[in-house]
């Protein structure tokens, strides 16, 4: 049969020499008996051709959707640039494939069919992953209430007030705040909405301002103005009004796919999706937190000049628990760098935080300082403990029970700092301090030799996988390997020591990121437990670089028969003649014949250079 492929213009065409059907995969494989003969000379795009042939159905050229061809910079091609695209307006960028990797930015401008954002692509875009949304809006959690009576107005009356008795009012970000935020409340005096301020002091005689402060009970102090500094309320009966929202606190912080239809339908809305985790809720400012942070905030005056000033400042905000300032190299600018790393309440999503708190800070900087707000990078560790119970008096699953809850308060999000190391010694204090507990054993990511864990600048140590058993619990084997809190631990070997770049493609690169996870020697890598480590190395390479690791460490011969052979390296040894060997040490052949065989299974997974360096001494010496 004859087949033509058409597209645009474009003709090539061909005899089939085979058709090839797959029922199961419902695809068909066409092949040209020697060439397809074309005229046009361009590129048959998948998508926009169509080929023609004696078929009983209507098919697509398979991978007609696919497009690889990858996105960078700031311009993405359209087929039509819609005119709603028009300069600052709010689009979603979607990753088909990675729904994790999107962003909001805005419309810097379209030429012609390009459509221009006001920031770089990250990697990873391609044009056929690339989804913009253009339909874009902020929801909140929350609900709106109707319209309450707040009081009658008195003009005789200076700075008059009223308290708003309602719990869990919402607070929205606002940079012209000087906490950030402003109540979500409309307040309307004889109909006419008046405006809230951070503070009178910079307000006109006419100047219908109000301000917004939290009461002792939770409440809401809405305050007017003098007459000096803002307007005085005018004298009317019930005439002060206002509606206001609840929110819903961390609660409100919900994952992506949560939100599935608006709250009121609407006759232009068909559908909504929430393709990114809802951020920015946060329940109302503790005692504790509040002494730590209104003293600093009082420190930096509402303006930012040092680093500690700009941390204090983003910790002011509600929708942040943490906040760290650092100064970068300004490269060939003159203009000073700051990167804000924070932790958004809840730990979630940074999500349109940075935004808010960039502009928020950015009011209260010097002029000219570029900040770049990024989210922190959490990292979590595992903890294996033993208890010694005092059984007479305490019941050890109760206590087993109170440790675990303590450690997982303890190392939480909310209670650990942005860069704390975790040090053994801490672990044990929480345990210890446990009322019931007599002795304990405590394992970090499930090494006997980690004493700290380092923190980078951008992390957060949290705990993980938390076991805790006690002793005469009837379990098979202690957690992570721990023994019995009354007997002798394994012999470690002085091989151990070395570092993990002696196990034969560890490398420099592998050796620098086990570094991260405080895996420096082969004991600590014989320790480390592959399926409960997060890393960027697959599994199956950890569980080869654990394995060759327990194959080094395993070796185990008696030392007595190999006196004379200590001094050797083990390449000397693998490549020497088995008879100079059994006449040097005085064994026989099939002792020295077994040597060599464990020999070169160690040679498979040293490294080529540090096998000829080790010497048997070293491999067999065991430290006490």
């Known amino acids: 049969d004859l087949a033509v492929?058409?597209?645009?213009?474009?003709?090539?065409w061909a005899r089939l020499a085979s058709v090839v059907v797959d029922l199961d995969e419902e695809k068909a494989e066409l092949t040209a008996s020697k060439c397809w003969q074309d005229r046009g000379g361009s590129d048959f795009f998948l998508g926009e051709t169509t080929v023609y042939g004696h078929f009983k159905e209507e098919l697509r050229l398979e991978g007609w959707q696919k497009n690889d061809r990858i996105l960078t910079g700031d311009c993405i091609p359209l087929a039509k640039a819609p005119d709603v695209l028009e300069k600052g307006r709010t689009v979603l960028v979607e990753r088909a494939d990675d729904p994790s990797a999107s962003f909001f930015t805005t419309v810097a401008k379209t030429e012609n069919k390009d459509l221009v954002l006001s920031q770089d692509l990250p990697t990873g875009f391609t044009y056929g992953n690339c989804l913009i949304a253009g339909n874009v809006v902020l929801a909140g959690h929350g609900e709106t209430r109707g319209e309450k009576v707040l009081g009658s107005g008195d003009a005789t009356q200076s700075?008059?007030?009223f308290v708003f008795e309602q719990e869990n009012v919402s607070f929205v970000p606002d940079a012209t705040q000087h906490s950030g935020v402003r109540a979500a409340i409309e307040v309307r005096v004889e109909g006419r909405t008046w405006q809230q301020v951070g503070s009178l002091n910079d307000s006109?005689?006419?100047d219908h301002h109000y301000t917004v402060r939290m009461t002792e009970k939770e409440c809401l102090k809405i305050a007017?103005?003098?007459?000096?500094?803002?307007?005085r309320l005018p004298t009317g009966s019930n005439n002060v009004r206002l509606i206001y929202r609840v929110g819903a606190g961390l609660e409100g912080n919900l994952p992506a796919g949560s939100l599935t239809k608006p709250a009121k339908p609407h006759r232009l809305v068909k559908a909504v999706r929430q393709p990114m985790a809802a951020t920015g809720g946060n329940d109302m400012e503790g005692v504790e937190s509040l002494r730590?942070?209104?003293?600093?905030t009082l420190l930096t005056l509402e303006r930012a000049v040092s680093l500690i000033d700009f941390a204090y400042l983003a910790m002011s905000q509600s929708?942040?628990?943490q906040a760290r300032a650092f100064s970068r190299p300004t490269g060939l600018g003159r203009n000073g760098k700051i990167e804000v790393v924070v932790v958004p309440s809840g730990g979630g999503d940074l999500g349109t935080l940075g935004q808010t708190l960039t502009e928020f800070l950015l009011a209260r900087a010097i002029p000219g300082v570029e900040i770049n707000v990024l989210p922190y990078q959490p990292r979590?560790?595992?903890?294996?403990?033993?208890?010694?119970?005092?059984?007479e008096e305490y019941d050890p699953e109760d206590i087993a029970s109170d440790v675990k809850t303590e450690l997982e308060e303890t190392f939480s999000l909310e209670k650990r700092k942005l860069g704390q190391d975790l040090f053994l010694s801490e672990v044990y204090e929480v345990v210890e301090s446990v009322t019931g507990v007599e002795h304990s054993q405590v394992i970090i990511n499930g090494d006997r030799t980690v004493r700290r864990v380092p923190a980078d600048d951008q992390e957060v140590l949290t705990a993980g996988q938390i076991l805790v058993d006690y002793e005469g619990s009837g379990t098979v084997t202690a957690p992570s390997g721990l023994t019995p809190i009354d007997t002798e631990p394994e012999p470690r070997k002085l091989i151990g020591r070395r570092s993990v770049q002696v196990i034969q493609g560890v490398g420099s690169r592998y050796t620098a990121i086990l570094r991260n996870l405080s895996v420096r020697t082969l004991e600590d890598l014989q320790g480390l437990d592959p399926d409960r480590t997060t890393v960027s190395i697959s599994r199956v390479r950890l569980w080869e670089f654990k394995t060759k690791a327990g194959v080094i460490l395993g070796f185990d011969m008696d030392r007595t028969p190999l006196a004379f052979l200590l001094d050797r390296s083990l390449l000397d040894l693998v490549h020497s003649a088995s008879a100079d060997l059994v006449r040097q040490s005085g064994e026989t052949t099939e002792f020295i014949e077994e040597l060599k065989t464990r020999l070169r299974l160690l040679q498979i997974a040293m490294d080529e250079k540090v096998f000829g360096a080790v010497t048997l001494r070293e491999l067999v010496t065991e430290l006490s």
Do not use: C
Request: glycine share 10%.
């Open 204 to 206: 006109d005689p006419t």
């Open 5 to 12: 492929v058409v597209t645009g213009s474009q003709v090539a």
């Open 380 to 391: 979590t560790f595992a903890l294996d403990v033993l208890l010694s119970v005092n059984t």
């Open 224 to 231: 007017f103005g003098d007459g000096a500094h803002g307007r």
């Open 319 to 321: 929708s942040v628990w």
């Open 292 to 296: 730590e942070n209104a003293p600093a």
């Open 159 to 161: 700075s008059q007030f």
